[in-house]
């Protein structure tokens, strides 16, 4: 167990819906990452928040939004959703803003889009 | 842009027969190089990071090292509960960990 909460653990919605994914850092952790995975593209980073700033982003769809609240718990909205949205979202923590800290999984959110 | 590649896809091996993955990259200014493993519907699970060349850490069977231009996981004498898929991750400048297509190891008993 990495600390690292996520639900819901499966999601099912139809497409052109709007969905909501929820994170819990490890405590004492300030940075939260989020990632999708599918089967074609593998592991990608979307974007990173750190202590309820965005920090980095990567290939988040303009579609794709996310914060982070003062509690440090983050949420990751997906709109308009198409069918090549289904993947696993992964939400990673780690302790610092960067450099090279170690970042750990929670067991991410499976999405299915009909 | 950060390129990584790992290499093979997949190993099939036998309870007890030692075996290497490689991780080749491609980045500028690399600030760590990270081995996790994932099982099937499961998130990532943190194994090592190496800093520099010529570092190397292990963890039980499971030995990680770094070069230049690459990376090895070496799995030494394995088990079928080290079956899993390996990934293999950089970070580089601006911080965001750029990830394999990883390494699926199967151990038959």
């Known amino acids: 167990d990495s600390g690292v909460t996520q639900t819901p653990k499966h999601l099912i919605t139809a497409t052109g819906q709007r969905v909501t994914l929820r994170c819990s850092p490890r405590s004492g952790d300030l940075s939260v990452y989020w990632y999708q995975q599918s089967l074609d593209q593998g592991l990608q980073f979307l974007i990173q928040?750190?202590?309820?700033?965005?920090?980095a982003k990567g290939n988040i769809l303009e579609r794709f939004s996310a914060q982070q609240f003062p509690d440090l718990h983050s949420e990751l909205n997906l709109s308009s959703l198409e069918l090549g949205d289904s993947a696993l979202y992964f939400c990673?923590?780690?302790?610092?803003?960067?450099?090279?800290?170690?970042?750990?999984f929670g067991p991410g959110t499976r999405l299915t889009v009909t | 842009e950060d390129q990584v590649t790992q290499s093979p896809e997949a190993l099939r091996l036998q309870e007890g027969e030692s075996s290497s993955l490689n991780c080749s990259y491609t980045v500028s200014g690399l600030r760590g190089l990270f081995w996790y493993r994932q099982d099937p519907g499961k998130g990532p699970e943190f194994l090592f990071t190496?800093?520099?060349a010529g570092e190397e850490k292990e963890k039980e069977r499971l030995k990680a090292t770094l070069t230049k231009k690459e990376s090895f996981l070496h799995i030494t004498a394995p088990k079928p509960e080290d079956s899993a898929t390996y990934l293999c991750?950089?970070?580089?400048?601006?911080?965001?960990?750029?990830f394999g297509a990883g390494t699926t190891v199967t151990v038959r008993a």
């Open positions: 990673a923590s780690s302790v610092g803003l960067a450099g090279s800290a170690e970042q750990y």
């Open positions: 190496l800093y520099s």
């Open positions: 991750a950089v970070q580089a400048g601006d911080y965001k960990l750029s």
């Open positions: 928040y750190y202590n309820g700033e965005e920090r």
